[in-house]
Structure formats: C-alpha cells, structure tokens
C-alpha cells in the first residue's frame, strides 16, 4: 500500500539539491594586492569628506556675513525711525503748548462758556494731533471736546505742563470774576506714538519736575525738555526689531546643498575612475560562476531523473488506483492498479473506451454531480464512495479521494486522486444490516409471544390462585386432613408468585413493544411514597427489616402516571427488604433537586453489588449470583422494569452500590414533570417529618 497525503494523491518525492554530490562553490578572485574592500572605502570617502568640510565652513562663514549685514541694516533703520518720530513729537507738544497759551489769551478777552467750544472746535481742526481740548471756568462749569468715555483730567487751576494717566497736560489758569478759570490742551499717548512712518512706535512717557535729577538714558531712551517749562519728558523707544532667521537660515541650506552636490560629484568622479578595473574582475568571476552553475544543473537534471524513476515504480506498483482525469469527464491518466479494478486489459484501452465517465463509468450517474459539486466547493473530496460499472457489465464500489488541480489563474484545469476497492467491506455492511434487522424482527416476535403467552397464562392461573385460597380457608367446609390445607396455601403463594412474574414479563414486554402508554395525572409525591411502603410492611416485619422515609416538607405535585410510579418504588422496596438481612434498614425518601426535577430514592443496607455487576443486574432474566440472591429467588425483571418505566416517563435511573454496605437507587423525574403552581400542604407528607417503620406495628407511621 502506498503512502498518501490526505488528498489521496501521491506526495511529490524531496529532491535533494545539497549532500556529498552538490558542486564546490564558485571561486572568488582576490582583489589586487592593497587594494581590498576596505582600501577602496576608505579611498572613495576621502575626497568627498575634504569637499564636505571646506563647503561646511564656506556655509558657517557666510551665513555669519549676512547676519551681521543684517542686524546693522535694522540697527540704522531702526535709529532713523526713532529720530523721525521723536522730531515729531516735539513739534506736536509744541502745538500743544501754543494752543494752551493761546486759549487762555481767549479766556483773557472775555471768553464764557458758550464761545469755548467753538474755539476748541477750530483749534481742533487746525491740529488735529491734539487729543482734546478741555475747560473749567470760574463759576464751576466744565467741558471737553471731543467728548470722552473716560474721566477728565483733574484741572488744578495752575500753569504747567503733568501726566495724568497716559494723557499729557498743558494747563493755564487765568483770574477771572468769581475765581480763576483754567483751560488745557491734552495730548494722550496714543498722540505721542501716532506718527506716519511705517512700523510706529510704542513710547512710555515719564514727566520729570523742574530740578529733578534725571535717571541716566539708557540705549532706548531720550530725555526732551519741555519748551519754557523747565520740565523734562523722558521716552523709552522699543528695542532694536529682532532680524528674521530666514535669510540667514536659507542662506546656510543653499550653501549646505551646494556642498553636498559637490561632494556627490567628487565622489562619483572618483568612482567612475576606478570602474573599469572592477569589471574585469567581476566579469572573470562571473565566468567561473556561470560554469559551476551549468554543472550544478546537469547533477540536478541527473538527480531528478532518478526521482521521476522512482515516482513512476510506485505510479506503477501502487496497489491503490491513481487517476487523473479532466473536467469533461475523460480519463487522462490511469496506473495499471486503476485499469485491473475496472477491467480493463491495459491503460490506452481504459483511455479509449471510456470517454464519459458520467454515463459510462457510474451507475448512477447523479453520483458523478454531486462529487463534482463537492470538488467545486470544497476543492476535495474524501472517501466518496459510487457504484462504478466494469468492462464486462458487473459493478464495484469504489472509494473516491480527490482535488482539483488549478492553473496559475486559480481555475480548475483537472482532478487527480486515488480510489479503493471497498466492495467486500460494503457487502459485509450490507450483511450486519440485515442480520441487524432480522434480530430486531426476531426481539419484537419474542415480546409478542411473551405478551399472547402471558395473558393465556394468567387465565388459568387466576383459577388456580382462587380456588386454593378457598380450599386453603375452608370456606365450604372443614378438610379432613389438616396437610390438604397446607398444600392449598402452597399452591395459593406459587400461583401468586408466578402471576407475579407473568405480570412483569406482559409489562415489560408491552413496553419493549411500544403498547404500555401513560395515563398521567397529577400525583402527590408523599402519598405514593407512603402507599408504597405499606405494601411491603409485612414482608418487611417478616423479614426483621426496619423502614424509614425522608421527605421534604413540602413536595410539588408531579405530571406523571401514578400506577407506573407506584409500580416503580414497589419493584425497589420489593428488591431492598428482599435482599437486606435482618437488623437491617430501608429508607425511602423524595425531594426536589437544585436543577427543578423531581428525585425518588430508596436506600437499604443490604449485602450490595460490586461495581461490575450493576450492568448484569440491569439485564431482563439476569441475576447477580450471591448465596442470599438463590434464596430470595425471583425472575430477574424487576430492575428492567423499573429502568423502562422510567424511561418512559423521560427520566432516568442509576444504581450505587457497595458490597456489604448497601445500595442507593435514584429516579430522577425531569423538571417539565414538576407542577409548581399548586404546592401541595405539609400535611400530605405526613406533616414534614420522616416517619420510621420497625418490626412493632404499632410504631409504623403510615
């Protein structure tokens, strides 16, 4: 059998391309003597760097010129400025002073407070640097023009020129009828810094008292004497305007670049110059190359013939069949383990006589589509299993393994897989199936024999039953011989005992059949525990055996059929109270678990199981064999019983058990069965408590 991968196509045999065979590397020619890799670095850098350096400093050096070019160029720019605004203001404050002196000549004349204004108009026309223009006369009057949003200066009836705020103030006071009058000119520093020139400048005024020692001027300061005053102004200018880095810095990266293509062009200058030197070497080396690669070719061609041999000896020999075949349904390709499966008498013959493989080579040709549609979605196929049609008419099942074969655009060109002959392996499926269904057929004849059998059993055996408990209690006469009704009381228990195992055998056998049906009612859980209890409590009182129940103190009510439950817990306290030895004791208990379904339990401590024969005691007829297990007797039902009745309830029932210790048997009832609508009383349960049944009747709970 040969090798597959899981496609079932054969997997490619490993070409081994290194190994003792594989040809000596090519030969590297040394460089010239001094002239190594490093050397010619190590050359080619030199010049370059000695053109990066000097374009380096050529670049620092100039950028430095511009810059100091730069910073004189905004110095005297900045001077010119400052003079032009500074020879502007003085003639501003001197209109100021004059304008002052000539209001207060006005309030000399006669001037009030109706002819003020007009003249402040036409003073303001005439010099419109003014600010405002503002009055006090002697009766309290005040005014301003224009008028302002701030507060006045205050007027102090004096002359002389102050700041007040940022405002400049040139007072005159003048003696008039009912107190002085006071008149000023204002100046503001927005008038001081307002001048035509470009980029105006921002100057902070500072008034020094006539005598006052002057601070000394600093680079952006100036100190102007007031005009007939005696007062000194001081003005900071703004600095020097810091010069843009942009020129500067524009002119380093253009020096930079320069340097840098110059280097560029140094170094492949020198490059080019040693070029020709290089190539012959590596055109002698690539010489040497081409000839150890035409070597190594022609060993690979040899190694790969030899692989292709022995591809071709397992194609060949391969005792599974290997085919390709195209989309059109055309063998391409078969080996002759392929063309004996199909039986033909070689691979052409195949080829020639099969050109529908669809029509000629299934026989049912739906088979061929849906491995087709197969090989489409998923691109393989795995033990796909056909009816294929042999040369001479009879069929084969083969088992199919295949791919599809795709081209470098991803389309399917082909299929190529293998194939198994699996005719025997179906026939003996084929074989089981029937002897599967003749077993069935034989079990469901067996359950209605046992079921028509049990009932004509019961017929005759109910006469039995009756007539010996008759004869048994004399009821039409005393019996001459006391033996005779002994014998009867015999044959009254056999006869019960053997109905007892023909009832068992009809249910089961009902059940097997599929004729036992449920007549569900709502059950009270306690009731049949207690009910059932009180059937075994004389066997139980016989048997020296003590009984107990454990139940909740509340229990559901459950959907079940009472009968079949009854039955159930009858069949376990039968086998507990059977198979426990005096002293012993027997607990039967119900609860509801966690999960919502509905569990009965009955525990004894009884001789037990080993854990090996649970599954034996679960068989119809079938006994564990124990000395204490021969004497109880019994046809080996009850458990089957119980298990099928569960069952049919769609529950499920499991058995625990320790030798020598006792066993558990558990009914779990499933939670749809659960009826928590209506809980019944605590006092179905016998009030909450667990009741206990010893061999004294008087002390038996239920």
Same mark, same amino acid.
């Given at each position: 059998m040969?090798?597959?991968?899981?496609?079932?196509?054969?997997?490619p $045999?490993?070409?081994? $391309?290194?190994?003792?065979?594989t040809?000596?590397?090519?030969?590297v020619?040394?460089p010239?003597?001094?002239?190594?890799?490093?050397?010619?670095?190590?050359?080619?850098?030199?010049?370059?760097?000695?053109?990066?350096?000097?374009?380096?400093?050529?670049?620092?050096?100039?950028?430095?010129?511009?810059?100091?070019?730069?910073l004189?160029?905004?110095?005297?720019?900045?001077?010119?400025?400052?003079h032009?605004?500074?020879? +502007?203001?003085?003639?501003?404050?001197?209109?100021?002073?004059?304008?002052?002196?000539?209001?207060?000549?006005?309030?000399?004349?006669?001037?009030?407070?109706?002819?003020?204004?007009?003249?402040?108009?036409?003073?303001?026309?005439?010099?419109?640097?003014?600010?405002?223009?503002?009055w006090?006369?002697?009766?309290?009057?005040?005014?301003?023009?224009?008028?302002?949003?701030?507060?006045?200066?205050?007027?102090?009836?004096?002359?002389?020129?102050?700041?007040?705020?940022?405002?400049?103030?040139?007072?005159?006071?003048?003696?008039?009828?009912?107190?002085?009058a006071?008149?000023?000119?204002?100046?503001?520093?927005?008038e001081?810094?307002?001048?035509?020139?470009?980029?105006?400048?921002?100057?902070?005024?500072?008034?020094?008292?006539?005598?006052?020692?002057?601070?000394?001027?600093?680079?952006?300061?100036?100190?102007?004497?007031?005009?007939?005053?005696?007062?000194?102004?001081?003005?900071?200018?703004?600095?020097?305007?810091?010069?843009?880095?942009?020129?500067?810095?524009?002119?380093?990266?253009?020096?930079?670049?320069?340097?840098v293509?110059?280097?560029?062009?140094?170094?492949?200058?020198?490059?080019?110059?040693?070029?020709?030197?290089?190539?012959?070497?590596?055109?002698?080396?690539?010489?040497?190359?081409?000839?150890?690669?035409?070597?190594?070719?022609?060993?690979?061609?040899?190694i790969?013939t030899?692989?292709?041999?022995k591809?071709?000896?397992?194609?060949?020999?391969?005792?599974?069949?290997?085919?390709?075949?195209?989309?059109?349904?055309?063998?391409?390709?078969?080996?002759?383990?392929?063309?004996?499966?199909?039986?033909?008498?070689?691979?052409?013959?195949?080829?020639?006589?099969?050109?529908?493989?669809?029509?000629?080579?299934?026989?049912?040709?739906?088979?061929?589509?849906?491995?087709?549609?197969?090989m489409?979605?998923?691109?393989?196929?795995?033990d796909?299993?056909?009816?294929?049609?042999?040369?001479?008419?009879?069929?084969?099942?083969?088992?199919?393994?295949?791919?599809?074969?795709?081209?470098?655009?991803?389309?399917i060109?082909?299929?190529?897989?293998?194939?198994?002959?699996?005719t025997?392996?179906?026939?003996?499926?084929?074989?089981?199936?029937?002897?599967m269904?003749q077993?069935?057929?034989?079990?469901?004849?067996?359950?209605?024999?046992?079921?028509?059998?049990?009932?004509?059993?019961?017929?005759?055996?109910?006469?039995?039953?009756?007539?010996?408990?008759?004869?048994?209690?004399?009821?039409?006469?005393?019996?001459?011989?006391?033996?005779?009704?002994?014998?009867?009381? +015999?044959?009254?228990?056999?006869?019960?005992?053997?109905?007892?195992?023909?009832?068992?055998?009809?249910?089961?056998?009902?059940?097997?059949?599929?004729?036992?049906?449920?007549?569900?009612?709502?059950?009270?859980?306690?009731?049949?525990?207690?009910?059932?209890?009180?059937?075994?409590?004389?066997?139980?009182?016989?048997?020296?055996?003590?009984?107990?129940?454990?139940?909740?103190?509340?229990?559901?009510?459950?959907?079940?059929?009472?009968?079949?439950?009854?039955q159930?817990?009858?069949?376990?306290?039968?086998?507990?109270?059977?198979?426990?030895?005096?002293?012993?004791?027997?607990?039967?208990?119900?609860?509801?678990?966690?999960?919502?379904?509905?569990?009965l339990?009955?525990?004894?401590?009884?001789?037990?199981?080993?854990?090996?024969?649970l599954?034996?005691?679960?068989?119809?007829?079938?006994?564990?064999?124990?000395?204490?297990?021969?004497?109880?007797?019994?046809?080996?039902?009850?458990?089957?019983?119980?298990?099928?009745?569960?069952?049919?309830?769609?529950?499920?029932?499991?058995?625990?058990?320790?030798?020598?210790?006792?066993?558990?048997?558990?009914?779990?009832?499933?939670?749809?069965?659960?009826?928590?609508?209506?809980?019944?009383?605590?006092?179905?349960?016998?009030?909450?408590k667990?009741?206990?049944?010893?061999?004294?009747?008087?002390?038996?709970?239920?």
């Open positions: 040969t090798r597959r991968d899981r496609t079932g196509t054969m997997p $045999i490993p070409v081994p $391309i290194s190994g003792p065979h040809a000596a590397p090519s030969p020619l040394p010239p003597d001094g002239q190594g890799p490093g050397a010619e670095e190590k050359v080619w850098l030199r010049l370059p760097l000695m053109v990066v350096a000097v374009g380096v400093a050529a670049a620092i050096l100039l950028t430095a010129i511009v810059q100091t070019t730069l004189t160029d905004a110095r005297d720019r900045h001077h010119i400025t400052v032009t605004a500074v020879t +502007d203001l003085l003639n501003r404050i001197a209109a100021a002073d004059a304008a002052a002196d000539a209001a207060a000549a006005l309030l000399v004349g006669g001037a009030d407070g109706s002819t003020l204004p007009r003249f402040a108009g036409t003073l303001l026309e005439r010099h419109p640097h003014l600010g405002a223009f503002a006090r006369l002697a009766d309290g009057s005040t005014g301003v023009l224009p008028e302002r949003q701030g507060p006045l200066p205050d007027l102090r009836a004096g002359d002389g020129v102050r700041l007040s705020g940022d405002t400049l103030v040139f007072e005159r006071t003048v003696p008039a009828d009912g107190g002085p006071s008149v000023a000119a204002l100046v503001t520093a927005r001081l810094s307002d001048h035509p020139l470009p980029g105006s400048l921002a100057f902070r005024a500072t008034l020094l008292a006539p005598g006052t020692v002057a601070p000394p001027a600093g680079p952006n300061s100036l100190m102007l004497e007031l005009p007939d005053q005696g007062w000194i102004l001081r003005l900071e200018a703004p600095p020097v305007p810091p010069v843009s880095p942009a020129i500067p810095l524009a002119t380093l990266c253009f020096a930079l670049a320069v340097t293509a110059l280097a560029a062009y140094a170094q492949m200058v020198q490059r080019r110059s040693r070029a020709h030197a290089r190539m012959s070497a590596t055109l002698r080396r690539a010489n040497l190359e081409l000839e150890a690669r035409i070597q190594e070719r022609d060993r690979v061609s040899a790969l030899e692989s292709e041999r591809y071709r000896d397992l194609y060949q020999n391969a005792l599974e069949g290997i085919f390709i075949t195209s989309l059109e349904g055309r063998f391409l390709s078969v080996n002759p383990a392929m063309v004996r499966m199909l039986g033909y008498g070689s691979e052409t013959e195949l080829l020639v006589g099969l050109l529908d493989i669809g029509s000629q080579l299934y026989v049912d040709p739906a088979r061929r589509g849906e491995m087709l549609r197969q489409r979605e998923k691109g393989t196929v795995q796909f299993e056909a009816e294929m049609r042999r040369r001479d008419g009879s069929t084969v099942w083969l088992s199919l393994t295949a791919r599809a074969l795709r081209n470098s655009a991803g389309q060109t082909s299929f190529q897989g293998s194939c198994e002959d699996v025997e392996r179906r026939r003996a499926v084929e074989i089981m199936r029937v002897a269904q077993s069935e057929m034989a079990n469901r004849a067996k359950g209605e024999f046992l079921a028509n059998m049990s009932h004509e059993l019961r017929t005759p055996l109910n006469a039995i039953i009756g007539f010996s408990e008759i004869i048994a209690a004399q009821s039409l006469g005393p019996i001459g011989n006391p033996a005779y009704a002994e014998y009867a009381s +015999d044959i009254h228990d056999s006869g019960r005992v053997l109905l007892d195992v023909i009832n068992e055998i009809l249910d089961l056998s009902a059940i097997e059949t599929g004729r036992r049906e449920l007549k569900e009612r709502t059950v009270d859980i306690g009731r049949v525990v207690r009910g059932s209890l009180r059937l075994i409590r004389e066997r139980a009182l016989q048997g020296g055996v003590t009984l107990e129940t454990a139940l909740d103190e509340t229990l559901p009510l459950v959907r079940a059929d009472e009968t079949a439950l009854k159930i817990l009858s069949n376990l306290l039968s086998n507990a109270v059977k198979f426990t030895p005096p002293g012993g004791r027997i607990t039967a208990g119900a609860r509801e678990t966690e999960d919502g379904r509905m569990l339990t009955v525990r004894d401590t009884g001789i037990g199981m080993r854990p090996e024969d599954a034996h005691a679960m068989e119809p007829f079938r006994q564990v064999e124990k000395p204490l297990t021969r004497h109880a007797g019994g046809a080996g039902l009850g458990l089957p019983l119980v298990k099928a009745l569960v069952d049919l309830h769609g529950g499920s029932f499991e058995l625990e058990s320790t030798p020598d210790a006792g066993t558990l048997a558990s009914v779990w009832l499933p939670a749809d069965r659960v009826r928590r609508d209506t809980p019944p009383e605590a006092s179905r349960t016998g009030g909450g667990a009741g206990t049944a010893t061999v004294c009747a008087a002390r038996f709970p239920f």
